[in-house]
């Protein structure tokens, strides 16, 4: 194949298993919000783990003694080009699906898209960061729930 335009690899991992289908369909909006976002992806790895697993992540990386749904870390080493690794705790995820009464689907895809977003610099340590981090998780939602009508 002599393709000169290389697809970002995307890749998923399971410490645990966890119900995920339309995987491709996922790593194709996840590409597109990069694009959308004018950020560069050239690889990310996604960790589906434990509440356990990333509540040591927590404490050795980042010095912080609680549970949390994700975890980002930026590992680019190249100006204007993506490197990451997302770590997702599936315990926190259907947890919080069920604490707001949303399909278990839809609340492992905003966890996805919203570790993509901070790959491309959104924060949400203010409300008014918070609330443009929530419309762009929204609207890459919608965006995914579109391609599989």
Do not use: W
Request: aromatic share 12%; hydrophobic share 35%; charged share 30%.
């Amino acid at each position: 194949m002599h393709n000169n335009k290389i697809s970002p690899l995307i890749q998923f991992h399971f410490l645990l298993p966890v119900s995920f289908t339309q995987r491709t369909l996922v790593k194709d909006v996840i590409r597109d919000l990069f694009k959308k976002e004018k950020t560069r992806l050239e690889t990310l790895q996604y960790i589906f783990c434990s509440d356990e697993y990333l509540l040591e992540i927590n404490k050795q990386h980042l010095q912080h003694n609680y549970y949390t749904d994700i975890i980002t870390f930026d590992l680019s080493d190249k100006p204007n080009a993506v490197t990451g690794e997302i770590y997702i705790s599936v315990d926190r995820v259907k947890d919080n699906a069920q604490t707001y009464k949303v399909p278990l689907k839809h609340e492992l895809l905003r966890v996805i898209f919203h570790g993509a977003l901070h790959l491309c610099g959104y924060k949400d340590k203010s409300e008014k960061d918070q609330a443009l981090m929530r419309k762009a998780e929204d609207k890459y939602l919608q965006y995914y729930l579109s391609k599989i009508k």
